[in-house]
Nanobody
Framework: VDLVESGGGSVQAGGSMRLSCAAS????????MGWVRQAPGKKREGVAA??????TYRESLKGRFLISRDNAKNTLYLQMNILNAEDTAMYYC????????????????WGQGTQVTVSS
């Protein structure tokens, strides 16, 4: 499975951004896909995950971030609203989990990441 993220860049605080992740290869629509981010000097943290039966979010991001998936296009999305400086991070697309997990260890497949920078 290959994952390619896009949509990152720079945005001012309060703005919005949508990330995309195009999946190719042996993609199973039953598997969970998710987003994980890593801020400078910090550990990776799960952002959101989505499967056929629902989704889950990091508690602190609920209401601002929205994960969605287009199985026909094998594409995962992350809509991010009301961005602030703490959202500055490298955002990674991940796939292949069997659980609605925000733990990076549950995902065998990873993209290269896309940088999101929020300026105040």
């Amino acid at each position: 499975v290959d994952l390619v993220e896009s949509g990152g860049g720079s945005v001012q605080a309060g703005g919005s951004m949508r990330l995309s992740c195009a999946a190719s290869g042996n993609v199973d629509s039953r598997d969970i896909m998710g987003w994980v981010r890593q801020a400078p000097g910090k550990k990776r943290e799960g952002v959101a995950a989505i499967g056929r039966d629902g989704d889950t979010y990091r508690e602190s991001l609920k209401g601002r971030f929205l994960i969605s998936r287009d199985n026909a296009k094998n594409t995962l999305y992350l809509q991010m609203n009301i961005l602030n400086a703490e959202d500055t991070a490298m955002y990674y697309c991940a796939a292949g989990s069997k659980y609605y997990s925000l733990q990076e260890s549950d995902y065998p497949y990873w993209g290269q990441g896309t940088q999101v920078t929020v300026s105040s």
